[in-house]
């Protein structure tokens, strides 16, 4: 029995409704600053406190690496699991984010991703289930681009004072201190999303298959 609509528009919209044409709206495109997420440097990769915080107790994780998919996951582990890595510093039953050097793997992220090495990417982590384990999933082609503060020699900095006034160096440490913080997408995100039928896909994992983990990953690329 179809439900009473007491508005005729609410009922036309209703005759004909449909997802066809409707995008899922990626929440990249929103502020997010304490959901989960990860940033991948040219050196480095780091998961940040909203993410941590959801593995509970954890201090050493395993990165696995689907170059199919592009995906990157993670998951908890114990210290001497085989290719483990400390995600995390733990004092006085406190954990918070720490960086985690790797120089070889971002770099191998950066050529499979064809990233610009003058940027640092942000991820947002989707949380699932899987075979009774709790995963974080980061889409890698979902990425946030933000553009890395150019680090200047002692020399390059003295030639730029002999070339500029104080307030013309001023202005530029400040336009690039501003698009150090201001995220852009590739092609400047020309759609809100994938299409709503292929939105539960998306983040759905069938298998670990074909996910390798830092190790294999580096020898896959030797």
């Given at each position: 029995?179809?439900?009473?609509?007491d508005?005729e528009k609410?009922a036309?919209?209703?005759k004909t409704f449909?997802y066809?044409?409707?995008q899922?709206?990626?929440r990249?495109?929103?502020?997010?600053?304490?959901?989960p997420?990860?940033t991948?440097?040219t050196d480095s990769?780091?998961?940040?406190?909203?993410?941590?915080e959801?593995?509970?107790?954890?201090?050493?994780i395993q990165?696995?690496?689907?170059?199919?998919?592009?995906?990157?996951v993670?998951r908890?582990?114990?210290?001497?699991?085989r290719d483990?890595?400390r995600?995390?510093?733990q004092?006085?039953?406190?954990r918070k984010?720490?960086?985690?050097?790797g120089?070889q793997?971002s770099?191998m992220?950066y050529k499979?991703?064809?990233?610009?090495?003058l940027?640092r990417?942000?991820?947002l982590g989707?949380?699932i289930d899987?075979?009774?384990?709790t995963?974080?999933?980061f889409?890698?082609?979902?990425?946030e681009?933000f553009r890395?503060r150019?680090?200047?020699t002692?020399a390059e900095l003295?030639?730029?004072?002999?070339?500029m006034?104080p307030?013309?160096l001023?202005?530029?440490?400040?336009?690039?201190?501003?698009?150090s913080?201001?995220?852009?997408?590739p092609?400047?995100?020309d759609?809100?999303?994938?299409?709503?039928e292929?939105h539960?896909?998306r983040v759905?994992?069938q298998?670990?298959?074909g996910?390798?983990?830092?190790q294999?990953?580096?020898?896959?690329?030797?």
């Open positions: 029995m179809d439900t009473f609509i508005d609410a036309e919209i209703q449909s066809d044409g409707y899922t709206v990626r990249e495109l929103f502020a997010h600053l304490r959901e997420q990860m991948i440097r990769i780091t998961f940040n406190n909203a993410c941590i959801v593995f509970e107790d954890t201090v050493y990165v696995l690496v689907n170059q199919d998919q592009k995906r990157l993670i908890r582990c114990e210290k001497d699991d483990s890595l995600w995390c510093i004092k006085n039953d406190k984010s720490r960086k985690i050097t120089r793997f770099s992220i499979m991703m064809s990233w610009d090495n940027c990417y942000k991820i989707h949380r899987y075979q009774g384990e995963l974080y999933v889409e890698l082609d979902d990425a681009i890395e150019p680090k200047r002692k003295e030639k730029l004072r002999e070339e006034t307030e013309e001023e202005a530029m440490k400040q336009r690039e201190a501003k698009a913080r201001t995220p852009f997408y092609g400047d995100l759609t809100y999303g994938v299409p709503v292929k539960e896909d759905s994992l298998s670990l298959d996910f390798a983990g830092q294999e990953l580096q020898l896959q690329n030797q």
